[in-house]
Nanobody, 117 residues
Framework: QLTLQESGGGMAQPGDSLRLSCLADGRSFGAYTVGWFRQAPGKERENVATLRRRSTRGKYADSVKGRFTISRDDDKNSVYLQMDNLMPEDTAVYYC??????????WGQGTQVTVSS
């Protein structure tokens, strides 16, 4: 069992940066693939970044490639999403999730990111 809690969301202007954090409470965090998702009002949930266990190379949605970076610190049971050059279309609720066996089994409650001038 894994409990996830996101933090770091908030308001930003276009071009700004934000860093989201996700703290996991549970065992063997390093065994999980971790990911960040987002959902904007009226839109489907989008997987913006994924980082497999024991990997340092993330996989990104085209919409964020080159602007977002996912990383993890297994010693701290944490996963991060560095978001640079934010755009209004990045406005969404951001969720972290963890996958042990091919399904996104565990989810955080989400953190709001709003990008507006």
């Amino acid at each position: 069992q894994l409990t996830l809690q996101e933090s770091g969301g908030g308001m930003a202007q276009p071009g700004d940066s934000l860093r989201l954090s996700c703290l996991a409470d549970g065992r063997s965090f390093g065994a999980y693939t971790v990911g960040w998702f987002r959902q904007a009002p009226g839109k489907e949930r989008e997987n913006v970044a994924t980082l497999r266990r024991r990997s340092t190379r993330g996989k990104y949605a085209d919409s964020v490639k080159g602007r977002f970076t996912i990383s993890r610190d297994d010693d701290k049971n944490s996963v991060y999403l560095q978001m640079d050059n934010l755009m209004p279309e990045d406005t969404a609720v951001y969720y972290c999730a963890a996958d042990l066996d091919g399904d996104w089994d565990f989810w955080g409650q989400g953190t709001q990111v709003t990008v507006s001038s």
